[in-house]
């Protein structure tokens, strides 16, 4: 599959070559399918790449978990020592290695060969002195040959047809062109690259033979001029290891949602918050007429409904009209089951993130206001918001806004796509998982799938893993930002076997089962006293809860 907007892998990774070292950071801030992580995998470049785009993300994502890379030689290994040492015609170092990709690979190289350096080799005489006794055998060999072929004979060639060739001991050897050579043989020098067409197969044995010994010798002293002459490294060009098959590092894909963020406009300046906060939008047209981004949003969400993971879990809304409240913006009426209920509608800024406080704020509104539930639209969540699901008797449903809607009015509200997708909370147990070798207290994560609003029941029920493609664990939350220290994969059917396949490799099955499980590896308890986890399903969507350890 590739992108509309595909960028040729050529083009980057010349760009990456040119500008960058291994180990080095590549920053990509339109991601599309991923071509530049690609490349800079490949080549052993970290990279950070970007999009709003689910889809764009999760293309990404599955070309870079699907991809098999060149094995390429570190300078820093002992395998790149030896090759090393064998390019160069120098005893290996034998000093210690620790795989840092930041030493770079080991490269091919152009040598610049000048008669200085050829005159200051001294290897060229060894050579010669090594090689030299196999060129003479071979040479006294073809002589030896010749001069056991005595017998005349009659050979046709164009218009010396007829002419007859005498090959005596004792005379003298008559070669096509009209010149001879001394009866006892050729020289090294005299010898013809290519034998006579009525040479014998004795004869034509032993001229290969020659030319065998000779060739080699002229290698082995063309491979040490190259060796110790000036060079230039290919950077293009990295001796591979063919026996070993490379797949992407580790990664993950983050989201905004952890963090706040500065409320701007297009042009990336700083608009006024309260506007922001209240759905204020400046329209593109001549005369800056300030349009309703709630009104926009409202009106998408009339049509598009509200999308869960199972087609049969939308919310389809019968009515949706404004509701002049402070925090909620709309009331919207559907049915579960057989029963009519009604739905405050909360929408957050077109530019920021929705924080936990306002949430509550909303959620109480909607108490008082006597909704049956709370439908949160935002782009983005903080990490705390995840932790509020329920105030009272109203269930809060966070809905995340597809990025398409920031198009505004040239977004057309046909309810094509989904544009407001509910994807539930974790559904985790924290177990005990013994201690360690110093008695410290270890503890693991089960997670048993992901909380799901059933509007045909209004209940909350906890689904399967199958839904589940990734999930990831941060064991000592800092509250800041999300680092993850596991991930597993999961799903029905396997769907990573795809993986596996590709690979054409064999996989070591009890590191692939660890992989793909819904218990974690035990892990010491955090000293932050908060551990954090980040669910993604098939769709590219995802949501993260901060849990407390006591």
Known sequence: MSYVVQTSIRVLERCILLTTDPGDLVLDPTCGSGTTAYMAEQWGRRWITIDTSRVAVALARSR???????????????????????????????????????????????????????????????????????????????????????????????????????????????????????????????????????WPPAVKAALARFWEARIARQREIDASIAAKAEFEYLYDKPYADTA????AGPFTVESLSPHRTLAVDWDDELIDTLEASEGKRKAADRDDSVTDFA???????????????????????????????????????????????????????????????????????????????????????????????????????????????????DLKATGAGNLFVIFGEPDIKIEDAGAEASGSPLIRVKVFGVDVFKPQTGEVISEGTDGIALW??????NEESFFVRHAYFL??????????????????????????????????KPASGRIAVKVINHLGDEVMKVFAVE
């Open 295 to 409: 009104h926009m949003i409202i009106e998408n969400l009339k049509a598009a409904g509200v999308q869960q993971a199972h087609r049969e879990d939308r919310i389809t809304f019968t009515a949706l009209t404004g509701w002049p409240g402070r925090f909620i913006c709309a009331e919207g009426a559907f049915m579960e089951g057989e029963r009519p209920k009604r739905a405050g509608i909360f929408i957050g800024p077109e530019f920021g993130t929705v924080s936990r406080p306002d949430l509550v704020a909303a959620a109480r509104e909607a108490g008082d206001a006597g909704f049956d539930v709370l439908i949160a639209c935002a782009f983005n969540y903080d990490a705390h918001s995840a932790e509020f699901d329920k105030l009272g008797r109203v269930p809060v449903l966070k809905a995340r806004m597809n990025p398409d809607l920031h198009m505004g009015t």
């Open 244 to 247: 070993r098959v490379r797949v």
């Open 472 to 477: 990831m664990l941060d064991t000592d939350y």
């Open 491 to 524: 799903g029905a059917n396997d769907p990573y076997k795809a993986l596996k396949t590709t690979l054409k490799a064999e996989i070591d099955q009890e590191a692939w089962d660890s992989l793909h499980s819904d218990t974690s590896r035990p892990f010491a």
């Open 64 to 198: 870079l978990m699907g991809a098999r890379y060149p094995y390429y030689l570190l300078a820093d290994s002992p395998e790149g020592q030896r090759k090393e040492g064998e390019i160069t015609r120098t005893p290996p170092k034998t000093t210690p290695t620790r795989g840092d990709i930041r030493h770079g690979f080991v490269y091919e190289r152009a040598p610049n060969i000048s008669l200085d350096s050829i005159s200051k080799n001294a290897e060229i005489d060894v050579i010669w002195e090594k090689r030299q006794p196999a060129v003479e055998r071979a040479r006294a060999e073809l002589n030896t040959a010749l001069k056991g072929y005595a017998t005349p004979f009659t050979i046709e060639t164009g218009s010396r047809a007829g002419a007859r060739i005498d090959f005596t001991v004792t005379g003298e050897v008559k070669l096509l062109s009209g010149e001879s050579a001394p009866a006892d043989g050729f020289m090294e020098w005299e010898i013809p690259r290519e034998p006579l067409a009525a």
